[in-house]
């Protein structure tokens, strides 16, 4: 529903809005506000502002646009706008405030107009899980049901909208011209490698920790030592706890990636650092950081294309960890993140960076998406966590995020963990049984 104000003298003059809007009364005549004293100012008229769907499932997008004359500036929500369209992805039912101003014209004749998207409810599809037959709906780009903690469940929530790249259905997507090739520079001998598990390894948990905190998280400092001009500035609501990639449990120093992923549930941001260290004050030391927004198709606001993350491929970290709940749950709704070790000098969407100075067409760019083909059966026998990983393989593929090791799947640590099954049974598919799907948009810096 749409409605139009305008501050200002007279009345008379109504604007009306396409797709069902309702009409409204603009100030003064076509929009003419009365005088100030001995001065007549021309407030801006708003013909119309719609939303292309005004009624949504949680998780979908929408797009609001606007037809203006006599404006030098708009604002939705308070936010400046340019153009005439704006694409939301709302996770509750929201209204939106369009405000049309001229700078020739004092606040009180400025123009709004109001519209609102419904968002029903939560969830899109079944998970179809498999643990006493339970049926579960996914909750797409609202975190607010999440548990708090370290490795806390997320009880059916998945990181942005239902249509992002990493939620997307892959499976029947075009192959790559270049597939053979390319699986070939990865290895199609090679076993698949779960780089997550239960216990330690070395001294450390087995796989990259998160932690989820509430919004009266205390937000802090951070110090950015090597990427600080592709970093989102803090501060971040990271705790001086927060667990650390590589930490060991006896205490001692340690190397490694160090990465430390923070979500704050109630605002839906996903906070990523990299090479991090705390500071005596609760400040932390990073190499660099991104602020991610879980709600929007817009995964990171703030970032450019070209910006690196706390992840080579200038990909978020957390949405492609395997995490236990989801896959003991027998679905696992997105794509997975893999490392390669050796990888081309570009990129290809949803990935923004690349990591090598390699340009071989037959090397992996960052963000190039595999699959395992159809023909692949997955084995009645295999543990649910394994069928669930090697079906989202099929059904929403895996990226290449890093350099690593080859064929080497990230994933969250957790005590619940079968190693012994992980390692048999991901590790009996080899890269041959994999294809890449057709990549658009390459980069190449």
């Given amino acids: 529903m749409l409605a139009l104000t305008a501050c200002g003298g007279g009345s008379g003059s109504t604007s009306s809005g396409a797709s069902g809007s309702t009409t409204g009364t603009s100030g003064g005549n076509t929009g003419n506000t009365g005088s100030t004293g001995t001065t007549t100012a021309t407030a801006p008229v708003i013909n119309s502002f719609v939303a292309t769907s005004a009624s949504i499932t949680s998780g979908q997008s929408t797009q609001l646009s606007w037809n203006i004359s006599g404006a030098t500036s708009v604002t939705v929500n308070g936010a400046a706008v340019t153009g005439s369209s704006l694409t939301v992805s709302p996770v509750a039912t929201t209204s939106y405030t369009l405000l049309a101003s001229n700078s020739a014209c004092s606040t009180t004749c400025n123009t709004s107009a109001s519209v609102t998207v419904t968002v029903n409810t939560a969830g899109t599809g079944s998970t179809g899980g498999t643990n006493g037959g339970t049926t579960a709906n996914a909750i797409y780009g609202d975190l607010r049901k999440a548990d708090l903690g370290a490795g806390a469940n997320l009880n059916g929530a998945v990181p942005f909208p239902a249509n992002n790249a990493w939620n997307t259905d892959i499976s029947g997507a075009a192959v790559d011209p270049a597939s053979d090739a390319l699986i070939s520079s990865i290895g199609l001998g090679t076993s698949l490698h779960p780089d997550f598990g239960a216990g330690l390894y070395d001294g450390a948990p087995i796989g990259i920790p998160y932690v989820v905190v509430a919004s009266s998280q205390p937000r802090v400092a951070v110090q950015f030592t090597d990427y600080g001009d ?13 667990p650390i990639e590589g930490q060991q449990a006896s205490g001692i120093t340690f190397g490694g990636d160090r990465h430390v992923l923070v979500i704050d549930r109630d605002a839906n941001r996903l906070y990523e650092v990299g090479n991090a260290y705390p500071q005596t004050g609760g400040s932390w030391k990073v190499s660099g ?12 606001p703030g970032g450019k294309p070209g910006w690196t993350s706390a992840d080579a491929a200038g990909l978020p970290i957390f949405p492609g960890l395997v995490r236990y709940e989801e896959a003991a749950s027998g679905a696992i709704r997105h794509a997975l993140r893999f490392t390669v070790s050796r990888s081309r000098r570009a990129y290809v969407p949803p990935a923004a960076h690349w990591a090598s100075s390699n340009t071989s067409n037959t090397l992996p760019p960052m963000g190039m998406r595999v699959r395992l083909k159809a023909s692949f059966q997955i084995p009645a026998n295999f543990s649910n966590e394994s069928k669930a990983i090697l079906q989202a393989m099929k059904t929403y593929g895996m990226l290449v995020a890093d350099n690593g090791s080859n064929w080497y799947i990230s994933g969250a640590p957790d005590a619940r963990w079968n190693n012994d099954k992980l390692v048999s049974e991901l590790g009996s598919v080899k890269g041959s049984n994999f294809e890449v799907v057709r990549m658009d948009g390459l980069v190449t810096p």
């Fill in 289 to 300: 950081g991104a602020i991610f927004d879980l709600t929007s198709n817009t995964v990171r």
């Fill in 230 to 242: 592709e970093s989102d500035p803090g501060p971040y609501p990271i705790p001086a706890n927060a």
